[in-house]
């Protein structure tokens, strides 16, 4: 299984995101069951860090983004032309991705939180 997504991330990894590649991606994160969450978590990451409003290493951007850009492209290791059956390979890639990158992820979160918290401050 590794060998396979490190030949999908290669394939994917030259291609830049666009804003209209992360909104394409919300569109499909419904389609993800159990991955969906980390899905959308992965999307809004890598958004932050494209505006600059959050700090990422860029190895793990790349990756990031492949998995992204993996999961928006209908042609992948099962067509997302066939329904039900060509969202497993997306949802099983994001869920690899999330658990091998879950330290990132979780510091992610909780810079989500501490924001949310210093905005909930300046309202009171």
Do not use: H
Not at 31 to 38: F, H, I, K, Q, V
Not at 95 to 123: I, Q, S
């Amino acid at each position: 299984m590794d060998k396979l997504i490190i030949k999908f991330f290669k394939k994917f990894q030259g291609r830049k995101i666009s804003s209209q590649d992360l909104k394409l991606a919300l569109k499909k994160a419904m389609n993800l069951g159990a991955s969906a969450e980390d899905f959308l978590l992965i999307i809004n990451l890598v958004k932050d860090t494209k505006n600059r409003k959050y700090k990422l290493d860029k190895k793990y951007l790349v990756v990031l983004t492949a998995a992204i850009i993996y999961v928006i492209v209908p042609i992948d290791a099962v067509s997302d032309l066939i329904p039900g059956v060509g969202w497993i390979d997306d949802a099983t890639l994001i869920g690899y991705v999330a658990r091998g990158y879950a330290e990132v992820l979780k510091d992610y979160k909780d810079f989500c939180n501490k924001k949310k918290e210093l905005a909930l401050k300046w309202t009171l």
